[in-house]
């Protein structure tokens, strides 16, 4: 099995985790969107959901995109 990279991006619309090979090449990548709560002065992410995005597209990438081959 190759070593790779498990990066994490959290932006503004969605959360995104990729495979990444060790000279920055991404193997595979998911992406979610994020739940956001606004009204008219403010915009906020619930940290639950967050968490639960993460783990989501983690396992999700993990299922679709095995490292033991």
Not at 6 to 32: K, P, Y
Not at 36 to 51: G, P, Q, R, Y
Not at 61 to 67: F, R, S, V
Request: proline share 4%; charged share 20%; aromatic share 6%.
């Amino acid at each position: 099995m190759r070593p790779v990279l498990l990066s994490i991006d959290f932006g503004t619309h969605s959360l995104r985790s990729a495979f990444v090979s060790l000279e920055g090449h991404i193997l595979a990548c998911d992406e979610e969107p994020l739940l956001i709560l606004k009204t008219a002065s403010t915009m906020e992410f619930c940290s639950d959901n967050i968490w639960e995005t993460l783990v989501t597209s983690v396992n999700r990438l993990t299922a679709d995109h095995p490292l033991n081959q």
